[in-house]
Nanobody
């Protein structure tokens, strides 16, 4: 059983900052890619940022230069530092982990999702 627990969302004024965290727990053999998606009301879920096990990162154009994704492999935790927030960043943010669960290191990895955390940018 794998569980992802997110934290750090909330209400912030435009130009402010928030830091999201997502901790994975349970029977985990290996975590490959980790990332953050977001979904605003009436819109499709979109990739915000992702980071591979080797540390390579990928960002949506709309957040480049403002958001930074990082991971702590010892804690099975991924972070999303969000600076210079804009009202259009308002959404529910979901973390995902592409990981191998159980005890078999040769098992195929699967995607696991957090429950989502609300980020609201408003004055």
């Amino acid at each position: 059983q794998v569980q992802l627990v997110e934290s750090g969302g909330g209400l912030v004024q435009p130009g402010g900052s928030l830091r999201l965290s997502c901790a994975a727990s349970g029977s985990i053999v290996r975590i490959n890619a980790i990332g953050w998606y977001r979904q605003a009301p009436g819109k499709q879920r979109e990739l915000v940022a992702a980071i591979t096990s080797g540390g390579s990162t990928n960002y949506a154009d709309s957040v480049k230069g403002r958001f930074t994704i990082s991971r702590d492999n010892a804690k099975n935790t991924v972070y999303l530092q969000m600076n210079s927030l804009k009202p259009e960043d308002t959404a529910v943010y979901y973390c995902y982990n592409h990981l191998v669960a159980g005890t078999n290191p040769f098992a195929r990895p699967s995607d696991y999702w957090g429950q989502g955390t609300q980020v609201t940018v408003s004055s």
